[in-house]
């Protein structure tokens, strides 16, 4: 896999600038025979800011007055803008202002852009932006004049052209299927293109089969990476089926593992895991998602797999635990894998409780590289080190280089529980440690038991612990750490013996130790679209090693008072956008 697969972002190679250029000597005006329903739905709330002036980009604030400013310096807010996911914001808006400042927008990405030149035309940019373009196309077009609806028809043909050579050269993963789901978009919607359609679909339908595997993941381990490819096929389906288009059996199984992983991946809330450079994803995507692919296939929805991309589930009366139970994506995705082995997240009803700290690439590379560490995760961690490590002499600083080669998984479930045992070698070779989790979810959910244990199992891991325990001082510091949700408010109760989580609901969990002191710690929640980190709190208990086998055993419980389900009325913050 390429360097830009394995930044998560696609760069445009010298290829596909040759090609964007040369085809954009198209000139003869074709027609737009169908417009297919726009389905990359966008926010209201974000339109009024962009109309106001405020573009929140990525975590990055653009200032613009009647205009759409392309000159982002992030790589992610590059790729948002050249995508033209902010043409969904203002059609969501869709008076007459917001038509106005869209097709200002269109009008300055064709002057700067539109004879091949800048960063969105790589094959799975402008997959992406043909696929708004035309599902936009009569918001774009309403009030203007011939000439403009030419050169708008000209860019389509220029796009169409452009994918038809170079989608197949698109970075593998979502990229491949944005560009491919975006000629498909072409043959469907333009003159002269309906026969090509066949071809397209059955491309399609190959690059899903070779690149999500049996469980419904995808290599880089990203779950809302899999929501985005699973939309994009959603639309791809919904495409077909309103021009009569036979779906191939391939494409109708590989959406159905995909369905079986996100909802696997999917917390109590509806919200996915965070991991691995992925966020919750947006508001009802996954809900929407996954109603379309039902609708479609006519096969009552499935229950959610225990297992799926390297992560476990256990789910019991509302309350959901998802936990990483892989190696990281080190070969696919070096430089957004975290070192979050065995780490695990924990929602009641609609509240997230524990939570690993999210991915900070939009704050920089210093937040990105933070966010990755191992004490970033509800997890064990040894003082100073990551279960994997970043960078090697001659290698990325920011590439998960070495991490643990052997991640044990079984189930132990009884009729009273749902139980899983877990472990990884991951500080094997550098401190000769193994770490061992186990965790036992109640059956009405209620409670959660875990035991965590540092063990040197055998002569030569023993004799690595020795010679690091001597050099630290005859011990080996760790901390066991829980990120909270920042709308969990804690407090420690019982002279430090005990905390009480109170969610926004109303529910109190409380969290005990056997044989730890429980200490509350500054932390952060580095949420996707906001401008800076949110300021959190966190349980840690810090021990030190001293044996070849160390354990603590805890619980997070449901007070005894607080109902399994309630109604929960409180306010969420969905646009998250603070201070503008």
């Known amino acids: 896999m390429s360097k830009a697969a394995s930044s998560g972002t696609e760069r445009v190679s010298a290829m596909d600038r040759l090609a964007a250029r040369w085809l954009g000597r198209v000139r003869a005006p074709i027609a737009i025979t169908s417009q297919p329903e726009p389905r990359s739905l966008g926010l209201f709330a974000r339109g009024q800011q962009m109309l106001a002036g405020n573009f929140l980009v990525a975590g990055e604030l653009l200032q613009a007055d009647g205009a759409v400013?392309?000159?982002?310096?992030?790589p992610e807010a590059v790729d948002e803008l050249q995508g033209f996911g902010w043409l969904d914001h203002l059609a969501a808006v869709g008076d007459k202002p917001a038509r106005d400042l869209a097709q200002?927008?269109?009008?300055?990405?064709?002057?700067?852009?539109?004879?091949?030149?800048?960063?969105?035309w790589a094959p799975g940019l402008a997959g992406r932006r043909l696929i708004r373009l035309i599902s936009h196309a009569v918001f774009l077009l309403q009030g203007t004049d011939g000439p403009s609806q030419t050169a708008f028809l000209r860019m389509l043909a220029h796009h169409a052209n452009f994918l038809h050579k170079r989608a197949a050269h698109a970075v593998t993963g979502l990229p491949r299927i944005e560009a491919r789901t975006g000629l498909l978009y072409a043959a469907l919607s333009l003159e002269g293109w309906h026969t090509r359609a066949p071809g397209i679909v059955a491309a399609l339908a190959r690059d899903c089969d070779a690149q999500v595997a049996a469980d419904g993941g995808l290599a880089t381990r990203n779950p809302e990476e899999v929501l985005d490819v699973f939309e994009c096929l959603g639309w791809a389906a919904q495409l077909l089926a309103e021009n009569a288009q036979p779906l191939p059996e391939e494409m109708t199984e590989v959406m159905s593992r995909i369905a079986g992983a996100l909802r696997c991946l999917r917390h109590a809330d509806g919200g996915l895991v965070r991991c691995h450079g992925g966020g919750r994803g947006r508001e009802g995507a996954l809900a929407a998602a996954l109603a379309t692919h039902d609708a479609l296939s006519n096969i009552p929805p499935a229950s959610a797999p225990e297992r799926a991309m390297g992560y476990v589930r256990l789910a019991a009366g509302r309350t959901s635990v998802i936990v990483d139970a892989a190696p990281p994506p080190m070969k696919t995705a070096p430089g957004r894998a975290h070192a979050a082995t065995l780490a695990f997240e924990l929602t009641s009803n609609r509240r997230p409780v524990i939570v690993s700290c999210g991915d900070g690439r939009s704050f920089g590379p210093e937040w990105h590289r933070a966010s990755r560490a191992t004490a970033s995760h509800s997890t064990l961690a040894l003082e100073g080190y990551s279960s994997s490590r970043?960078?090697?002499?001659?290698?990325?600083?920011l590439d998960l280089t070495d991490g643990p080669h052997h991640v044990g998984?079984?189930?132990r479930h009884t009729p009273y529980a749902r139980a899983v045992a877990l472990s990884h070698d991951g500080y094997g070779e550098s401190h000769g440690l193994e770490?061992?989790?186990y965790l036992d979810l109640s059956a009405d959910g209620r409670v959660l038991s875990g035991e965590d244990m540092l063990i040197a199992t055998g002569r030569p891991a023993q004799k690595r612990f020795d010679e690091v325990s001597t050099r630290l001082g005859g011990g080996i510091a760790y901390a066991l750490r829980f990120h909270l949700h920042p709308e969990v408010d804690a407090s420690l109760d019982m002279n430090g013996t005990a905390?009480?989580?109170?969610?926004r609901s109303g529910e109190i969990w409380v969290m005990r130790a056997e044989g730890a002191t429980l200490a509350l710690a500054p932390s952060v929640y580095l949420e996707k679209g906001r401008i800076k980190p949110r300021a959190t709190q966190q349980i840690v208990l810090s021990l030190r090693a001293t044996s070849y086998t160390s354990q603590i055993n805890w619980t997070l419980a449901k007070a005894h008072d607080t109902p399994t389900a309630l109604r929960d009325h409180a306010q969420d913050d969905i646009l998250a956008v603070p201070d503008l």
């Open 69 to 74: 400013p392309f000159d982002a310096t992030s």
């Open 104 to 120: 200002a927008g269109l009008a300055e990405w064709m002057r700067r852009y539109g004879r091949g030149s800048g960063p969105g």
């Open 390 to 397: 970043f960078g090697t002499p001659g290698g990325r600083r």
């Open 409 to 411: 998984v079984e189930f």
């Open 435 to 437: 770490h061992l989790r």
């Open 499 to 503: 905390i009480s989580l109170t969610l």
